[in-house]
């Protein structure tokens, strides 16, 4: 009798047990339904703080939008294939093309002592003609005297007139006066070129010519970009 009513116990205890697990069980998952994705979460209440951007955020979100901001209608996009790059700022002279020409031309020459006497005219444009130059084929003429004699060669000044002419604004020596030139200009050689404009810049062709037989004893070939002829026009330019 006791033993019947000792089962009787443990068999009551065992399904409240179950009975108890089932419901922890169902519990846990009523619970933690919230972290399934897709159904809504308790969100904790606001602390307060409030994060407020410095002028460094400020500088980067300003610098960030200026980047991505395309180039205005009216400027629009050059291409510096077709167009030639302009920078803002340089270090390069015309002189540094010169200095490179001379070089180039004293690489490649032949036939060419210290003892022959050099003239340096004009670079022309490259038409019918031959005969319209430019800024830049006067200067580069002026700076090829200085850097060829680098080199040892006799350079002569054929603009040199018969005599000087004092004037009020100062005394002069050269003339381009075919009357007041010498007469008598005795030159071995000859330094001259011809120009090439596109859009891109000026194809300078330079060559040292020898008087007797106009053979060629020395040639070469520089790009000179178009912001360096463009300045050049600027600083040529009269003033309004």
């Not at 108890?20 to 308790?42: M, R, T």
């Not at 629009?76 to 002189?95: C, E, M, V, W």
């Not at 050099?118 to 444009?125: H, L, P, Q, Y």
Request: one cysteine or more.
């Amino acid at each position: 009798m006791m033993f019947r009513a000792l089962l009787v116990l443990l068999a009551t205890f065992a399904l409240n047990g179950c009975s108890a697990s089932q419901q922890g069980w169902a519990g846990w998952f009523e619970e933690n339904d919230a972290a399934v994705p897709g159904q809504q979460v308790q969100v904790p209440p606001s602390s307060g703080l409030e994060y407020r951007p410095d002028s460094r955020d400020i500088e980067t979100v300003q610098a960030e939008r200026q980047a991505s901001t395309p180039p205005s209608s009216d400027r629009g996009y050059r291409d510096p294939i077709r167009s030639g790059f302009s920078p803002a700022q340089t270090h390069k002279r015309l002189n540094d093309y010169a200095s490179q020409l001379a070089m180039s031309l004293m690489d490649n020459a032949t036939r060419l002592t210290h003892q022959d006497l050099v003239g340096v005219a004009s670079f022309v444009r490259l038409n019918r003609s031959l005969q319209e130059t430019t800024v830049l084929g006067n200067q580069l003429s002026e700076y090829l005297i200085a850097e060829l004699q680098t080199f040892g060669l006799s350079v002569i000044d054929f603009k040199l007139a018969n005599g000087l002419n004092v004037t009020p604004y100062g005394d002069l020596a050269l003339s381009r006066d075919g009357v007041d030139l010498a007469k008598q200009v005795a030159m071995d050689h000859i330094v001259t070129g011809t120009l090439i404009e596109d859009a891109r810049g000026v194809r300078v062709n330079a060559r040292i010519i020898a008087v007797d037989n106009r053979q060629i004893v020395a040639s070469a070939t520089l790009y000179i970009p178009a912001f360096m002829v463009t300045s050049l026009n600027q600083q040529a330019a009269p003033a309004p």
